[in-house]
């Protein structure tokens, strides 16, 4: 009884430790942001930046267009056969 | 019809699938590379170098992923609505222009800019649950496994969950 009280105190206190260390980290991302902003801040912060955004947007496009069109087909697809199925109850 | 694929698109599944696969490809990138400046105590050397970890490694992330996760999400609004587009020429030869003035008369400002607001806080999300993964490794190179796994599995999750809330939210705002 005593260590299920325990486990699940511990539990607690880790997600909430966890919860705060988000939040501090959050904050301080939020004040550090300006230092690598292209002029204003700090010139290798800014290129480090540039890198991250090829690395993140750049590359990952043609993976985002080819799952978005193949979405875009099934929405498609589902939707009309759906209304199709529902017209003679609409008009 | 159409205005389920280019109303959804553009409010709800561009930007869910853009930090879907944003989230898979590069928070684990970001928890694995922290995370191995961890346990190589490659952090605690730029600490004693006067550079401060969040400073330096953070926030370039955070502001390039700002800045192209609304990109990335517009990307993949046009190009689901083009697939669309594809769809409805093969089906029913419906013209494509007359496909594109529709979709163009049926999106609002407002579904748009919705969307965006939402890829701003999943890309706040991916990159924070991600580098805080990395920050939080302790030990050998297992943790950095782990830490990986977790920051996928946290980072979609919690981008699942505020997209429930951004929703709710635009809907009790009456922007619906």
Redesign the interface.
Known sequence: MGSLIEGVGRRTLNQLG?VG??TI??W??LR??G???PILGNRY??K??????L???VS??P???L???????I???Q??SE?RRLEPCIT | MIDLVAVGFTRELGPLLTAIAVSGRSGSAFAAEIGSMRVTEEIDALRVMAFEPIEFVLAPKYLAALIVVPCLSIASNVCGILAGGLFMFFSTRLAPALYLQYVLSSIQLRDVASGLIKSLAFATIIVHVGCLEGFRVQGGPDAVGRSTTAAVVKSTFLVIVADVLFTAIFYFLGMH
């Open positions: 966890y260390g988000f980290q959050l301080e991302g550090a942001i230092t690598s902003l912060r800014w480090a930046s540039v890198n991250q955004m690395q993140i947007g990952a496009l993976m985002i267009a799952m978005a069109v193949c979405s875009g087909f929405l498609a697809l939707g009309a209304l």
